[in-house]
């Protein structure tokens, strides 16, 4: 079945610690990817995008993401966490000639401590 | 105005009455969507607006979900006969035009009793 997964319902980390955040993806061709963050009460804001090109695609806020079709993976890295990036985080993915609507991950909650 | 706007920010409804959800998306974009956002859950897809033409609805739960673009701007979502299942953030999102990133509103929470 086609699916967007997000294998961490939580994550913690230090501020000032790096940051790795998984998804994976099954889809028959490689779709458009997307990461976005989601504050509490707020919708969501669009972190980094993948169309084509160059794998490693930077973003907003100091994150980056690396595509990898061998591993059907699209993870988020961040190199120094802070406190204002607790948040849940969605890789989402349109799928190519399918329409555009966004088919989405459950979400990675992601805590940060002193 | 910057973003996209949606009003109600919260509705609370009894099981069985009709709600009216509104978006309004950023000025000039092209394309409209819906979003449903259960608690804990991701957004799913609900239905898609080209202008005024609805090219995609095959989210839509049921037959009580209706939404409507009429002038290819403001869009309404109605909800018709609300069930306690219905309770969720309905997120409204708009791009320049189909394949771009599309910037979400903040959602509307609706509560059904």
């Known amino acids: 079945a086609q699916s967007v997964t997000q294998p961490d319902i939580h994550i913690t980390v230090s501020e000032g610690a790096s940051l790795e955040l998984r998804c994976n993806y099954s889809y028959g061709a490689t779709p458009y990817l997307f990461w976005y963050v989601q504050s509490p009460g707020q919708g969501l804001q669009l972190l980094l995008k993948y169309f084509s090109g160059d794998t490693l695609v930077q973003g907003i806020k100091g994150f980056e993401a690396e595509f990898k079709r061998s591993q059907s993976s699209f993870n988020l890295r961040k190199p120094s966490v802070h406190w204002s990036d607790a948040a849940e985080y969605f890789c989402?993915?349109?799928?190519?000639?399918?329409?555009?609507?966004?088919?989405f991950g459950k979400g990675t909650s992601l805590l940060v401590t002193p | 105005g910057a973003g996209v706007s949606q009003s109600p920010r919260y509705k609370v409804a009894k099981r069985g009455q009709d709600v009216a959800l509104r978006c309004d998306p950023i000025?000039?974009?092209?394309?409209l969507f819906w979003y449903q956002q259960a608690l804990g859950q991701g957004p799913e897809f609900l239905t898609y607006?080209?202008?005024?033409?609805?090219?995609?609805k095959s989210g839509l739960p049921s037959d009580r979900f209706f939404a409507e673009r009429p002038e290819g701007s403001v869009s309404t979502l109605k909800i018709q006969r609300t069930q306690q299942e219905d309770s969720a953030v309905y997120l409204c999102a708009s791009s320049p035009r189909g394949e771009q990133p599309q910037h979400f509103g903040d959602g509307t929470r609706l509560s059904i009793l």
């Open positions: 000025s000039g974009h092209v394309s």
């Open positions: 607006f080209q202008n005024e033409a609805q090219l995609d």
């Open positions: 989402a993915v349109v799928v190519r000639g399918s329409g555009y609507a966004l088919n």
